[in-house]
T-cell receptor, first 111, second 114 residues
Framework: SQQGEEDPQALSIQEGENATMNCSYK?????LQWYRQNSGRGLVHLIL?????REKHSGRLRVTLDTSKKSSSLLITASRAADTASYFC???????????FGAGTILRVKS | DADVTQTPRNRITKTGKRIMLECSQT?????MYWYRQDPGLGLRLIYY???????NKGEISDGYSVSRQAQAKFSLSLESAIPNQTALYFC?????????????FGPGTRLTVL
């Protein structure tokens, strides 16, 4: 079964609005990562947050992690049409293990 | 030039045919992975290799085999393709030295089995 589950499955917003996507997971993790996928293309790493961190920023991206609730959120501020893509969370269990990906959130930003 | 390349990018084949998908990387990473992506299911791990002599089954290895010919090359084979193997296939790499397991993906191969 998948470790990460994203919510919502799909999100449609207007350009300039903020987009928030959530990820829940089941077991203890070493870190949690967010990836972006443009339609039919490979995934691109966006940001990583370690288990001992609570919040991290990168440009217009803000990631939070709540290990007590086993959940993370990705906030994209001031969204642009070019942000239209699928976003996946992936959990790393540590110890040189592989990543486990969720099913993704499809984000559509309308101009 | 792309760091992780996949060939072919698109392939249409018939049931029962043998298919090989190839992945090459110039990142110098020891670890390589093969995933398939189906709509609504995210990525599922087929096989992974932590070095040239190491091959491991992933979540959905049945019907697939792999070969790690060199550090830079990792190929996925479908010995006898079936229609439910129609999917988007991705190769990825990671560097164990970073301890983060961050992965770098190829552009994908769209496979259709008729």
């Amino acid at each position: 079964s998948q470790q990460g589950e994203e919510d919502p499955q799909a999100l449609s917003i207007q350009e300039g609005e903020n987009a928030t996507m959530n990820c829940s997971y089941k077991t203890s993790i070493n870190n949690l990562q967010w990836y972006r996928q443009n339609s039919g293309r490979g995934l691109v790493h966006l940001i990583l947050i370690r288990s001992n961190e609570r919040e991290k920023h990168s440009g217009r991206l803000r990631v939070t992690l709540d290990t007590s609730k086993k959940s993370s959120s990705l906030l994209i501020t001031a969204s642009r049409a070019a942000d239209t893509a699928s976003y996946f969370c992936a959990t790393a269990l540590g110890g040189g293990n592989k990543l486990v990906f969720g099913a993704g959130t499809i984000l559509r930003v309308k101009s | 030039d792309a760091d992780v390349t996949q060939t072919p990018r698109n392939r249409i084949t018939k049931t029962g045919k043998r298919i090989m998908l190839e992945c090459s990387q110039t990142k110098g990473h020891d670890r390589m992975y093969w995933y398939r992506q189906d709509p609504g299911l995210g990525l599922r791990l087929i096989y992974y290799s932590f070095d040239v002599k190491d091959i491991n089954k992933g979540e959905i290895s049945d019907g697939y085999s792999v070969s790690r010919q060199a550090q830079a090359k990792f190929s996925l084979s479908l010995e006898s393709a079936i229609p439910n193997q129609t999917a988007l296939y991705f190769c990825a790499t990671s560097d164990p030295g970073t301890s983060t397991d961050t992965q770098y993906f190829g552009p994908g191969t769209r496979l259709t089995v008729l």
